[in-house]
């Protein structure tokens, strides 16, 4: 059985809650380690897993780290675009993934599943299936996979699980109008407690955005 790799930044103090956070495409778990000594939760655990390394077909086929293949970026954030099978697996990852923390004495309701881009679509599409309630969803620069699916497919228990949404004004990868804002608009029409930030900035992370993050993991787990 595949297990995803991890860099893990570990509380400072009494360990109360954990965060899992995924990369974007082609990136990996260290992209984001810088963040954790940032964020104001010195009870919180950060995990960085690395995604699986795959072809992915908009690139010509390189192999590179990524949580599932995206054909292109031509079409709209509600076709048919990406690998379902390949979602589905690293989805399966994910769970054990959080699964393993609870084994370790944290509660489902205090773990984040958090992402950038490829991983943003991973953590909104694993949050909304899982079984139990969990602390919060973060999506960062990134979009709902898959919305007829969801509907049928998102599971109850984390209906009113909080969810971070922050995407710049100028992302050329991942638009914030046809991918991040009507994905946004889509979860809240569903009755979910979402925010919205976005950042004069491309397709990235900026300092403000930082600290939004920080007081909202401060505040899903206090």
């Known amino acids: ?112 599943l958090a992402g950038f881009s490829q991983g943003g679509a991973m953590s909104l599409y694993t949050g909304c299936r899982f079984p139990y309630q969990l602390a919060g969803i973060m999506v960062l620069s990134s979009y709902l996979l898959f919305p007829d699916a969801h509907k049928t497919e998102s599971h109850p228990s984390n209906i009113q699980t909080p969810i971070l949404f922050c995407h710049g004004s100028y992302d050329p990868m991942v638009d914030i109008i046809q991918a991040g804002k009507k994905s946004y608009d889509f979860l809240v029409e569903e009755g979910r407690t979402c925010e919205w930030h976005e950042y004069p900035m491309g397709h990235e992370v900026c300092m403000p955005e930082v600290r939004e993050i920080s007081r909202w993991i401060s505040e899903c787990i206090p």
């Open 1 to 112: 059985m595949t297990v995803l790799e991890t860099i893990v930044h570990n509380s400072t103090s009494e360990h109360k809650g954990t965060v899992i956070w995924m990369h974007g495409l082609g990136a990996d778990g260290h992209d984001f380690e810088s963040l954790a000594p940032m964020m104001d939760s010195p009870h919180t655990r950060f995990v960085f897993p690395h995604a699986p390394i795959r072809p992915v077909t908009m690139n010509g086929g390189m192999r590179m780290r990524s949580w599932y293949d995206i054909r292109n970026l031509v079409s709209g954030p509600y076709n048919d675009r990406e690998s379902l099978e390949e979602v589905e697996e690293s989805h399966t990852l994910l769970l054990e993934l959080i699964e393993s923390e609870q084994q370790n004495g944290i509660p489902f309701k205090q773990i984040i």
